[in-house]
Nanobody, 122 residues
């Protein structure tokens, strides 16, 4: 059974940092693009960051550029999202996803995790 499991979310103060992890199981994802998306209450799920299969290319939403860093360790079948300088607007459930293409579009991702909550308090 293919699974993506996110972890590392929690409550943090403005300006703080968190590191999210997404562990994949069921098959290897070393050939897949991986992405992070987030969804705040009452809003649509939005793109945060994506990374290609070998980590050679990364893409970010404008709202997180310069603050968030996506990376991956294919030996561990894991992708990470380092989040720095967190703002209240970053509060959301964060989801990782795997797909064939490194894009910002949800439709291009075939596998999804169940999410981890990030809450930034002011």
């Amino acid at each position: 059974q293919v699974q993506l499991v996110e972890s590392g979310g929690g409550l943090v103060q403005v300006g703080g940092s968190l590191r999210l992890s997404c562990a994949a199981s069921g098959r290897t994802f070393s050939s897949d693009a991986m992405g992070w998306f987030r969804q705040a209450p009452g809003k649509e799920r939005e793109f945060v960051a994506a990374i290609n299969w070998n980590g050679g290319a990364t893409y970010y939403a404008d709202s997180v550029k310069g603050r968030f860093t996506i990376s991956r360790d294919n030996a561990k079948n894991t992708v990470y999202l380092q989040m720095n300088s967190l703002e209240p607007e970053d509060t959301a459930a964060y989801y990782c996803a795997a797909g064939r293409y490194t894009t910002q579009h949800r439709r291009d991702y075939d596998y999804w995790g169940r999410g981890t909550q990030v809450t930034v308090s002011s």
